[in-house]
T-cell receptor
C-alpha cells in the first residue's frame, strides 16, 4: 500500500516568517513529487514539482527532496496571509502516472 | 490557454437519479483522472483514462459508477442511482503525462 503522510496541522506562522511543510512517503520507487495548494472550497493548484534529490526554488517556494530518507518538504519564505490554505503532497512511482496524495497540511498565516 | 474545464460546477440530484459530470482536459493533454473529495478529507483517486481507454479504475466503486473518455468530446463520469453518500466534490485532472492540472470541480449534492 503506497502511502504519503502529512501532519494535518494546522501549522500557524506569523506573516513574514518561513513556513515549513513536511511529507514522507512509503514507496521507495517514487520518482516524481508534487506540492499542491488548495484553498477552501477550491480545487488543488500545482505549485511545485521535484524529481531529483536536493532543493528546487521558485520564487518564495523551495521544495526539498531526500530520497534516502523518503522525505519531501516545502518551504514558503516571507509567508503572507494569502498563503493560508491546505498544502497537499503527492508522489508517483516510475511507470505510473497516478500520484498518491497525502491528506494535506493546513497552513494559517496570521498578520 | 484554457485549463481543465468541468461542468456543471454544481449539481443537485435526488436519490435514485443519474449524475453526469463532464471534463474537458487541457488542450493537448491525453491523460484524464477523476478524484473524489469529501469535506475535510483527502483526494481519493477514482479512475485514470486515456483517449478511448480506461487505464486504471481501481479506485472506482464497482457498481453505479462508470467513466469514459471518447475519441471526440469530454470525459464523462457517470453515477447511476445516486445515494446521499455520493455527495462530494468531484475533481478532474489532466496531464501530459506527469504533472496533473485540476479543473474547478463539480460539487454534487444528493437530496
Amino acid at each position: 500500500q503506497k502511502e504519503v503522510e502529512q501532519n494535518s496541522g494546522p501549522l500557524s506562522v506569523p506573516e513574514g516568517a518561513i513556513a515549513s511543510l513536511n511529507c514522507t512517503y512509503s514507496d521507495r520507487g517514487s520518482q516524481s513529487f508534487f506540492w499542491y495548494r488548495q484553498y477552501s472550497g477550491k480545487s488543488p493548484e500545482l505549485i511545485m514539482s521535484i524529481y531529483s534529490n536536493g532543493d528546487k526554488e521558485d520564487g518564495r517556494f523551495t521544495a526539498q527532496l531526500n530520497k534516502a530518507s523518503q522525505y519531501v518538504s516545502l518551504l514558503i519564505r516571507d509567508s503572507q496571509p494569502s498563503d493560508s490554505a491546505t498544502y497537499l503532497c503527492a508522489a508517483s512511482s516510475g511507470g505510473s502516472y497516478i500520484p498518491t496524495f497525502g491528506r494535506g497540511t493546513s497552513l494559517i498565516v496570521h498578520p | 490557454n484554457a485549463g481543465v474545464m468541468q461542468n456543471p460546477r454544481h449539481l443537485v440530484r435526488r436519490r435514485g437519479q443519474e449524475a453526469r459530470l463532464r471534463c474537458s482536459p487541457v488542450k493537448g493533454h491525453s491523460h484524464v483522472y477523476w478524484y473524489r473529495q469529501l469535506p475535510e478529507e483527502g483526494l481519493k483517486f477514482m479512475v485514470y483514462l486515456q483517449k478511448e481507454n480506461i487505464i486504471d479504475e481501481s479506485g472506482m466503486p464497482k457498481e453505479r459508477f462508470s467513466a469514459e473518455f471518447p475519441k471526440e468530446g469530454p470525459s464523462i463520469l457517470r453515477i447511476q442511482q445516486v445515494v446521499r453518500g455520493d455527495s462530494a466534490a468531484y475533481f478532474c485532472a489532466s496531464s501530459s503525462p506527469n504533472e496533473q492540472f485540476f479543473g474547478p470541480g463539480t460539487r454534487l449534492t444528493v437530496l
